[in-house]
């Protein structure tokens, strides 16, 4: 059987839980529609996920279309857990993108597509909701050319408006598609606003695609097909499908366009195993390690190698998942998401392979956290418990980190937002049993150069019998636009060898994890080693590495400094009564606004003004306001 192993993305509450809810009931892998306002769902099954309505974790679902077996994961759209989204899409091949008919491109449904740029994934897009008042596909598909900067290439025209939506015409079959009483219609479209859209369609698929070009007089459905496949590879069109998830309306299409447009994946099932870890799961029966096949085959019993951690794994199950629940399988081929049991220490990025061919796949990328929080348990005897407890959570979300505050002694949960964190903590609380006491939220500061010094000469010396240490080096540091960090050499001569530069480099990045001011990292700086000098017998990389910390040490502390503080792209949607009082809080929380409508203002606030802003939205607002956040980056504290 033919695979598909997608991911379902988009912003908080545009519809992807409904949508793949609605995706297994038309591919029959469900009896009845799960709703997400009633907690009924598959993919949401976590207590917290129901609570509060929106998904938190990442989940697993298979079903079959057209000969094909589909693996989804449904993932989450609040900003605050991208990281579920990051790990998601380094294993998939293709994504549905779902955009919400009335809103179109919202700040998060940007933010997972750039991630999906980042990884190369394909997508096609569904504008879903055009049952709603407002609903509009052509102003939804405006926004995804000028907010995502991609050509929309629009497959479907919906049939009737808002409460009267009922169907779609399919310009590429040229079939009308209905429903009604839970059944799908059928009828030629032969109408000529279809024929002209189709006609639309074709030339804006033939300004892309050269086998298009050559077929323009008369292309057929097949022709049209490939090369919007092609194009959905190449990623110079975004196929652009529309209809209700709710309502059951356009489910089957998006079903058929997933076989027709997305890729399927290679890999040969016959080769060495190599698998990558994507995430980890603590369920009641035992730890659960999830895995993406890349090539080889694994099985019940196999030993594999976890080649970043160099250990042996033994698989002692390999289960089909089906959200929370699983079906045991004899094995996982290429092109496999598998869940697998009996893997005791491999987190999320290791790479799983068998000892004689090792291999090491690129990990995802892991967000910086912004956010900390200081945990400690409610009663003393429970103390000792408190570290295997957050060590466990660690190991489930590795964007999540703790670390012991050298200060104050106090324990530091750290994470990519406040609700992050709350989830976090709550689910400490509910795998564990452990009470806990928990501080109030504090951002991740940054310290910077603003102005750099020249020529600042370190000479490292130590000498405690036998051969010592020595190393001299010369540093300019200048500040960097941005948050990165740069190192360059201009030694000449050889005056410092190129294996004692490398070592001077790893030292400097070691001290930028405490800075002058208050101890925060250190970013937006350049350091170039400028001289050197080396003794005989003495230098060493060790010496060269030393020189390197203590050395841009002390020229930080010669620099002119300035704090950083994490900033959040803020949108506040609200009825326009209430815009004047949204404006005043926005600036007394020290936000900068960007842009403003009837309805909407849009923001850059510092992410320590937000915290219970949520709360005291809906209070200043009577329920009815609501706002998005994504996080935009670092500017100078007040």
């Known amino acids: 059987m033919r695979i598909r192993n997608l991911g379902i993305l988009a912003h908080v509450d545009a519809g992807?839980?409904?949508?793949?809810?609605?995706?297994?009931?038309?591919?029959?892998?469900?009896?009845?529609?799960?709703?997400?306002?009633?907690?009924?769902?598959?993919?949401?099954?976590?207590?917290?996920?129901?609570?509060?309505?929106?998904?938190?974790?990442?989940?697993?679902?298979?079903?079959?279309w057209a000969g094909h077996r589909l693996n989804l994961i449904d993932t989450p759209g609040h900003v605050d857990f991208s990281a579920e989204v990051e790990r998601s899409l380094r294993v998939l091949d293709g994504a549905v993108a779902v955009f919400d008919g009335v809103a179109g491109v919202e700040p998060q449904s940007e933010s997972v597509w750039r991630q999906a740029d980042r990884?190369?994934?394909?997508?096609?897009?569904?504008?879903?909701?055009?049952?709603?008042?407002?609903?509009?596909?052509?102003?939804?598909?405006?926004?995804?050319?000028?907010?995502?900067?991609?050509?929309?290439?629009?497959?479907?025209?919906?049939?009737?408006?808002?409460?009267?939506?009922?169907?779609?015409?399919?310009?590429?079959?040229?079939?009308?598609?209905?429903?009604?009483?839970g059944e799908l219609h059928e009828a030629p479209a032969t109408g000529p606003e279809a024929v002209a859209a189709r006609r639309r369609l074709e030339e804006a698929v033939a300004e892309r695609h050269a086998g298009a070009l050559d077929a323009l007089a008369d292309m057929s459905d097949a022709t049209l097909r490939a090369a919007l496949r092609d194009l959905t590879l190449s990623g110079d069109g975004v196929v652009v499908l529309c209809g209700s998830a709710y309502r059951n309306r356009g489910v089957e299409p998006l079903l058929d366009a997933v076989v027709d447009y997305l890729p399927g994946p290679a890999g040969d099932p016959a080769a060495d195993p190599a698998a990558l870890v994507f995430k980890v799961h603590a369920a009641r029966t035992g730890r659960l390690t999830y895995v993406r096949v890349y090539e080889g085959t694994l099985r019940k019993g196999d030993v594999v190698w976890d080649a970043g951690a160099g250990r042996t794994e033994r698989i002692a199950r390999v289960l089909r998942v089906q959200a929370d629940r699983h079906t045991e399988v004899d094995r996982a081929a290429a092109g496999d998401i598998v869940a697998l049991a009996g893997i005791k220490a491999s987190r999320a990025g290791a790479t799983l392979s068998s000892r004689a061919a090792p291999v090491l796949l690129e990990a995802p990328a892991t967000a910086e956290p912004l956010v900390s929080v200081a945990v400690e348990a409610r009663r003393s005897a429970d103390a000792p418990k408190l570290p295997a407890v957050l060590a466990a959570l660690v190991d489930e979300d590795p964007s999540l980190t703790v670390r012991t505050d050298q200060e104050t002694g106090q324990t530091l949960l750290s994470g990519l937002g406040e609700l992050h964190l709350e989830v976090a903590v709550e689910k400490m609380r509910q795998a564990s049993g452990l009470a806990v006491t928990v501080g109030r939220p504090q951002v991740a500061y940054r310290e910077t150069v603003v102005r750099g010094v020249t020529g600042m000469l370190y000479r490292h010396v130590k000498q405690v019998g036998g051969a010592g240490q020595f190393a001299h080096v010369v540093l300019d540091v200048e500040p960097l636009p941005g948050t990165g960090f740069e190192f360059a050499s201009a030694v000449t001569g050889g005056r410092v060898p190129r294996e004692y530069v490398r070592a001077v480099e790893a030292g400097c990045r070691e001290a930028l994890a405490e800075g002058p001011m208050c101890g925060h990292r250190v970013v937006g700086l350049r350091v170039t080693l400028t001289d050197g000098l080396t003794h005989p017998k003495d230098s060493s990389e060790l010496a060269f590495r030393a020189a390197g910390r203590f050395g841009l040490r002390a020229a930080l502390r010669a620099c002119g400094m300035a704090l950083l503080e994490p900033v959040a792209e803020v949108t506040v949607s609200a009825p326009a009564d209430a815009l004047g009082g949204m404006l005043g809080d926005l600036a007394a929380r020290r936000g900068q606004v960007t842009a403003s409508t009837v309805r909407a203002v849009t923001a850059v606030v510092p992410l320590a003004e937000l915290f219970g802003y949520a709360t005291q939205l809906r209070s200043r607002t009577r329920g009815r306001g609501t706002f998005t956040s994504r996080p935009a980056g670092y500017r100078p504290a007040a």
């Open 119 to 181: 990884y190369g994934v394909p997508r096609i897009a569904f504008v879903n909701k055009l049952d709603r008042a407002g609903a509009d596909l052509g102003a939804a598909v405006g926004s995804i050319r000028e907010r995502l900067g991609v050509e929309p290439l629009v497959v479907q025209l919906p049939i009737g408006r808002e409460d009267g939506f009922r169907g779609v015409v399919d310009l590429v079959g040229m079939r009308q598609l209905s429903w009604a009483d």
């Open 16 to 64: 992807k839980t409904t949508l793949t809810e609605r995706i297994l009931y038309a591919t029959g892998a469900t009896y009845k529609r799960g709703e997400v306002h009633d907690g009924t769902t598959v993919t949401d099954f976590d207590p917290q996920e129901r609570d509060r309505g929106i998904t938190i974790f990442a989940a697993a679902v298979s079903c079959d």
